[in-house]
Each structure stands twice: as C-alpha cells, then as structure tokens.
C-alpha cells in the first residue's frame, strides 16, 4: 500500500477526540511520582553551590546519625563499581582525531563543574528527612576560577584534564576554499553575528525516577519520566553499570511533557537504580522546580557568525558559517549531534545555494550540560540562516518575500551541499498561502495607522525546513552514532478482531494512542475504540528507540505499517482458504475481503477468529493467531518545511513588544490527525515565541551562579502574550515511507523565532537598528532604540 492510497482510507485526516485524555482530565493518568512502592525509600542528592570547585573532604556523619536516615552515598562509594554516564555521538574533529570525552562520575568525584552538580545522595525513611538530613553534609570546597559564557572558555581555567584548553572538538562540513574563492568574486556580500540564547527546559512533570530491585530473581526495575525507555536502559546497563540487559526494566509511565530534556540518561536514574541493590529497598526521587532549573539539560547556547555571497540580483550563490557551541560542564547524551548533524546539515534551508562552509567548535563550560531541546540543531540552523536572508533583502532593497522566492529550491528530488537530499516540496505554495493568511497586502495600511498612534510596526518572515526521523541507521553510525535509529511496531490481533499495538516510540503529549489506533483502524477497518496502544516499558514492548527528533509517526507509525503488511499478507491466505480461492484473487478493503470477479466477502473479524479457532484451517500451510513484528528503518529523513510570517507592533519609548498577528503554513505530508497537529503547532509556536521574546538563561560571568534560577527570573509565555494563531498547510507527501508523513512536532518552535525577530527589525529599520539578539525583552529593545540614537 502506497502514502497515495493510504491517505484516502477512513480514519485518516479526521480529527478524533484523543484516546488518552479522558484519564488525564479525570485525575486518572499515572505519572512517576504518582508510583509507590512497597518498602520504598526517598532520596534527595546534595548539590554544589558553586561552579567551579574541588571537593576537599566530604563529612556525612552528623548527618548519617539524624533520624530516619538508611545511608548516604558519596562518589567514592560508587569508584569503581560503575562507569561514567556515556555520550551517544562520537564526533571526529577536523585534524583526524576523536572528540574529547571526559569522564562524567555518577556522583561528583575530586571536583564539581556546574551548579547543581551532584555530589551526595541521601537515602531515608521520609522525603523530610532526606531533606534534612542533605542539608546537614558538610563539604569542603575550593573553589576555583569558572567561565560561563563559549566565547570566554578558550583560555580559562580547564574543567578537565582531558580538554585542558576546555575544546571538545572542531568540526567542519563543506569545501573552504571553494566557498571563499566564490566569496571573493561576489557582487555582494551580507553578514551578520548572533547568539542564540540559552533556554531551560520546564515541563509539566519534573523529572522523577524510582529504583528497585527484587532479590527473588536479580531484576532491577526503575520507573523513570523519559522518552525513550529501551535506550535509557542500555545506555544505563552496557555503558555504566555492566548488567545484563535483560536483567534492568525500565518503566516510563505517563509522562508530563519533554521537549528533549527527557530523552537523556541523567546520573540520579543511575544512582537510584544501583543503590536499590545496596540498600534492599525501593527509592524514589522527584525533582523540585529548583533542581530542575539546574540540572535538566538546558538548550541552544550558540554565538555565529555567517555571510551570505550573492549576485547583483540577490541569488545566493555561498554561505559560510562559524559557530562556537557551549557544550555546558559535561557530555549529555546527544549533545554533540546537536550543533553538528543536526545544525550544520540544515543550513541550505529551502534555498538553491550552490556551495556551503560551515565550521563548530565545541567547548566545555561550567555550566549545565546542554543537549536536545525541541528542534535539536534545526532551531538554531533556521535562525540563523533566516536572519542573515532577512538582512540579504534589506542591504539589496528587496522584499523578504522576494529575496526568498528568488532563491526557493523549484525541482526534486534535491541535493544540498550540506549532505542532505531532500525528496520533495513546494515551498512557494506554502508562501503563497502564508501571505494570504497574513493578509500581506494590508500591511502597509496598519502600518501607517501604527505610525499615526507614535509606533512602530513591522513584518517578518521565516521559511523554515527541516530534518525529521534520523536516519538511516547505517549513515547515522558512519556519522558518529553509537545506536541505530530504526523503530520497532508489534501488531497483536485479537480472536474477536481487536488490536493491541506494542511501539518502541514513546508518547509524553504527542497522541499516540490515537494516531497510531487511527493508522491500525484506517488499514484494518475497523473502529478506532478497537485499537489500544502500549509503549513505555521495556519489559512489554518490543526494542525502539523512543520519541525524539519528530519521528514517531514517520518511523514508528511505518514500523506499525510494515507489520500490518505482515498481517494482511496471512490474513488474506486464511481468506482464500475460507472462500475456496487462490490466494492472488484475494482483496481487502475497508475491513472485508472479496474474491476478485465475485460477490463473495468475509469480515476481517471472522477472519480473525479463524486463526485462533482453526477447525477449517490449513494448519499444516500456516501457524495459528495473527500477530506479526517489524523493524523500520527509514532510507532518508522527512522534510517538513513552511513559511511563517509574524507582525508585530513596538512602541519605541518603552521597548514593548507586541505581536498583533502570526500566521503559520506547513507542509507535513499526510495529516493523521489535523486536532492533533493543530495542537502540536500551536504548542511550537508558543516555544518558539517564548525563547524569541522572552526566555533566556543566564548565569554570572563571575561566579557561575544561575541567576534565573526560577519562574521569578525566567519568564515563560502565557496566554496574554500571544494573538490568535492563523494556520494553514500545504501536502507534498514524503515518498519514502508508506505513510507519506513527515514530522510536525517541533516546526512550531524551529520556524517562528526568526520570524519575530525580523519583524522586530523590520519595525525598527527606520530607527536605524539593525541588530538584535534574542529575547526581545522591553529593555533590550529600549537600549538598541537609545544606543542607534546615541
């Protein structure tokens, strides 16, 4: 079965209520922290205060006397009965040699480098307790130089012996020399310098995790708030603690959202797990607000510099990038992936650039660890190649629109300079349809009406695209990966016709539940209250790979599609047996299958019964029941792709930003669930937003203290922030999966940061300003007006 065909079943494209949410409106889902076990424990980790420190001498007996205490735990006591946490990408620097690696202890040993570092953990009876008892170790610090900000970690104090200049890597793609001869022969050349700004993620559910281990058969169990449970476990059994892999569960229940920060293995899920055995109990941990603010892996963090090469007409004809990406105080799982294969990969966005050159160097800094944050790379890939277009149209006197259209890719399949070849697309369509939506032609008459009023109003756009479902596996391990990226999708069917699905991919908001009982139901034909989905523990579902990157429906949902095939394939043997035909004269359609050239028709759930009740069954042809496994892994990425375009409205005396109307059109391929999608989008966007005008991390540059430590100094968007949504989509199916799907979960938050902040510009170009980093707070804003006034 083909996307084509696949697209025009029932079920498909109709927004079904979501499965799920009946438990989570009701009070009824189970998260982490909702779990108690019996003889269980808590646990609470004493963490650093200061940046940059060696650890003198730790003092745990006061607080090992106080009540209710069961034992503390310290580095020394884990040396040597474990590894340190792995990094999953190994990254090759440009001179030949591998990327620096430096140990990651479990539990801080001889040295802290980032606030928040964990360097105690203290079991005991009652939360209280541990509590009490944490603040109670006494550690001896000396403290020692930190550096905070990547443009200051070359020549400051190392972090590790491993890095002593604190540089991770360099690495490079593209022809240099090529790149800077095209460079030297231009009519024009645009360039511009930016930060994309750190953010920390904040999920409903922080994060939580319960160690156990019965002693009855050797098994260890950890409920844990993550995404991908299968490599959670083998990353924990093969790489730290040396057990048998089949000897470790790891159960992620209902998950309270992700975005990334969820997808790593963290040092208390190892901590908790080890120490279960130690201690013969179950121990449960959930972190506060605070801690998550400090140790969740934090996100973006990039300084670049990058110019444009163009004819006198504007076509881009070179690019050329350099980026310095922190890294924070250790290697996270994904995090060198993420400002080279994902980043440096997307930096052809929707545009015919004949030649790219792109070099990043990594460095270690004393702050949190930065990994996967929602987009993952193609957020900051998108910002920066946006911004630059935008000021490629104003220094030529272009429009946005125009400089872009100019430059759109027109005929697929197509390969970019930057290793990708993306299968297809129309992305004039999808401008085509974003100016429509934005109602572009009156933008000139609500300016002026803004002007009238003493403000300033202004136009951004962003043609953003990007690289969904990593793959394949084998390039991906050619490229640095220590996993294959393939996904995995069990199809149970019932005696009386039901489904069970088992997916490696895992569902912490996304829908699953539904959109993947919609593809089962639309091929099977049968209702979608027929079809439960089960993900989330090891112990129950096959080998995946989790949710991560936007992959669940296109490599997940194509596993589900390739195990179908199966399904079909036997079912329609028992078919022919039934109707006394061959099996080539079989079809089978909209939950019946006909003999060709005849009337006569079986139900898929007779079908169904016979394979488990085969009285009349050819058992010495076929096995009875009707369940099948398959693999997918995907031969290409997905390419979603779009343009958003952002007006806003600035008053120049205050610095007040204001986003009067936001328009959004994408190009997902097939739509499953059009709700579903809606909700994603509108979600991304809400991110995307957020870090665009009002997020951001921040440390002291002399101390390494974090100092938007909380939702008191580290503004999220609310409702009030932000105008009604105008969405819209356009459909080139993907041609290299059945489903014809491309991700949607993070265009939202990879498209529209560019957008606003070119229409911030746009509104302040005739001031003069024509540079500004993210957040576009009040005062950021104010100060550029004062400083070009200056």
Not at 28 to 51: E, H, K, M
Not at 130 to 150: I, Q
Not at 225 to 233: C, D, G, L
Not at 320 to 332: E, F, I, K, M, P
């Amino acid at each position: 079965m083909g996307a084509s065909d696949f697209a025009n079943l029932p079920h498909i494209g109709e927004s079904v209520r979501r499965k799920e949410d009946y438990r989570f409106i009701t009070g009824a889902g189970q998260y982490t922290d909702d779990i108690n076990l019996p003889n269980q424990r808590y646990a609470v980790f004493v963490r650093s205060p200061y940046a940059h420190a060696t650890i003198n001498s730790i003092d745990t007996a006061a607080a090992s006397a106080m009540p209710g205490v069961v034992h503390i735990f310290t580095g020394k006591d884990l040396e040597g009965k474990m590894g340190g946490l792995p990094c999953g990408w190994l990254i090759t620097s440009t001179d030949g040699q591998p990327m620096k690696e430096p140990p990651h202890p479990v539990l801080a040993l001889g040295k802290v480098r980032y606030v928040g570092d964990q360097v105690a953990m203290v079991v005991a009876d009652t939360l209280e307790q541990a509590r009490n008892a944490a603040e109670a170790v006494e550690v001896d610090y000396g403290v020692l130089p930190a550096v905070v900000d990547v443009v200051d970690a070359k020549g400051a104090t190392a972090l590790h012996d491993a890095a002593p200049d604190n540089h991770c890597y360099k690495w490079a793609l593209g022809d240099k020399a090529a790149v800077d001869a095209v460079f030297a022969s231009a009519a024009h050349v645009t360039k511009i310098s930016l930060t994309n700004n750190r953010l920390i993620p904040n999920a409903m559910e922080p994060r939580a995790a319960i160690g156990s281990f019965s002693r009855a058969n050797d098994e260890y169990t950890l409920y844990v708030s993550n995404q991908n449970p299968h490599v959670e476990r083998l990353l924990m059994t093969a790489f730290v603690l040396g057990l048998p892999e089949h000897k470790v569960r790891v159960i992620a229940p209902d998950v309270g959202g992700g975005f990334g920060s969820k997808i790593f293995l963290y040092a208390e899920d190892v901590a908790l797990t080890w120490a279960a055995k130690q201690l013969n109990c179950a121990i449960k941990w959930t972190a506060d607000r605070s801690e998550s603010f400090l140790t969740d892996a934090h996100g973006r963090d990039h300084a670049s510099t990058a110019e444009m090469a163009m004819d006198k007409d504007g076509k881009f004809l070179a690019m050329r990038v350099h980026t310095d990406a922190n890294l924070g105080a250790y290697l996270s799982t994904f995090s060198t992936a993420v400002p080279t294969i994902l980043y440096a990969t997307l930096l052809a966005g929707q545009y015919t650039t004949p030649m790219i050159h792109v070099e990043v160097d990594a460095w270690f800094t004393n702050t949190a660890p930065v990994d996967a944050y929602r987009g993952a790379g193609r957020p900051e890939a998108t910002y920066l190649l946006e911004r630059l277009v935008s000021r490629c149209a104003w220094d030529l006197g272009l429009g946005q629109d125009t400089i872009r259209e100019r430059n759109f890719i027109k005929n697929f399949p197509y390969q970019t300079p930057v290793a990708l070849q993306y299968d297809v697309g129309d992305y004039q369509a999808a401008m085509d349809k974003a100016r429509d939506l934005a109602d572009v032609a009156g933008f000139a008459a609500r300016r002026a009406a803004s002007e009238a009023k003493g403000l300033r109003r202004g136009l951004g756009y962003s043609s953003y695209i990007e690289a969904c479902g990593i793959a394949p596996s084998n390039i991906a391990g050619a490229l640095g990966a220590r996993a294959g990226l393939f996904e995995c999708g069990e199809i149970r069917v019932h005696p009386t016709g039901s489904v069970t699905v088992f997916t490696g991919s895992h569902s912490h908001g996304q829908g699953h539940e539904t959109t993947f009982a919609q593809v089962v139901a639309a091929r099977l034909g049968i209702p979608v209250e027929n079809v439960d989905v089960v993900h989330g523990d090891t112990g129950r579902v096959p080998f995946g790979m989790g949710t991560y990157g936007s992959r669940s429906i296109s490599v997940g949902g194509a596993a589900i599609m390739k195990a179908l095939d199966k399904i079909e394939s036997k079912a329609k043997k028992i078919a022919a047996h039934l109707m006394e035909a061959g099996d080539a004269d079989i079809e089978f359609k909209n939950g019946e299958f006909t003999v060709k050239g005849t009337d006569k028709k079986i139900p898929f759930g007779q079908v169904a019964l016979t394979a488990y009740v085969p009285h009349n069954y050819p058992l010495d042809k076929l096995e009875p029941g009707l369940n099948e496994t398959a693999f997918y892994d995907p031969v290409n990425f997905t390419f979603p792709a779009g343009t958003y375009i952002c007006e806003v409205e600035v008053d120049p005396q205050t610095g007040v930003v204001r986003i009067d109307r936001f328009s959004a059109v994408d190009d997902f391929g097939t739509i499953i669930n059009p709700m579903i999608v809606e909700g994603q989008v509108h979600g991304g966007l809400v991110q995307g937003i957020g870090q665009a005008m009002m997020e951001n991390c921040v440390y002291d540059k002399e101390s390494g203290q974090l100092l938007t430590g909380s939702m008191m100094d580290y503004a999220l968007p609310r409702a009030d922030d932000l105008p009604q949504f105008k969405l819209g989509t356009v459909c080139t199916p993907c041609t290299h999966n059945p489903l014809g799907t491309k991700g949607c979960g993070e265009a939202g938050a990879i498209g529209s940061p560019p957008a606003v902040i070119n229409a911030v510009l746009d509104a302040l170009h005739p001031l003069g300003v024509t540079e500004l980093d993210m957040p576009a707070s009040p005062s950021r804003v104010w100060e550029a007006i004062r400083a070009q006034a200056r």
